[in-house]
Nanobody, 127 residues
Framework: EEHLVESGGGSVQPGGSLRLSCAAS????????MGWFRQAPGKEREGVAS???????????DYADSVKGRFTISPDNLKNTVYLQMNSLKPEDTAMYYC?????????????????WGQGTQVTVSS
């Protein structure tokens, strides 16, 4: 059975950094996409970043304009984990962050392409 477990959320001041982790288990496909999404209170879920890997190589890493240059998505294939390094955090980054996985090519702006979702980890950016 497939599972995604996020960790690493917390509270941080504006300008600070956090690294989110998403540990995947039970997945057997050789090519897959991982994505990070977030949802703030009263707002719709939005895509943040996604990455596509095949046979251990990374082919695509894409970012929403709102996080480009500040966030980095990266996989650790040995640990079956994907990270989201978040730097220069802003109050508007405050949200519940969700990890998602999909077989084949899936991109953050097409959330329907992701089949599996984690439970989320809270990120709060406040002074």
């Amino acid at each position: 059975e497939e599972h995604l477990v996020e960790s690493g959320g917390g509270s941080v001041q504006p300008g600070g950094s956090l690294r989110l982790s998403c540990a995947a288990s039970g997945f057997t496909f050789s090519s897959n996409s991982m994505g990070w999404f977030r949802q703030a209170p009263g707002k719709e879920r939005e895509g943040v970043a996604s990455i596509y890997t095949r046979d251990g190589s990374t082919y695509y890493a894409d970012y929403a304009d709102s996080v480009k240059g500040r966030f980095t998505i990266s996989p650790d294939n040995l640990k079956n984990t994907v990270y989201l390094q978040m730097n220069s955090l802003k109050p508007e980054d405050t949200a519940m962050y969700y990890c998602a996985a999909g077989s084949g090519l899936a991109r953050w702006w097409r959330a329907y392409e992701f089949n599996y979702w984690g439970q989320g980890t809270q990120v709060t950016v406040s002074s």
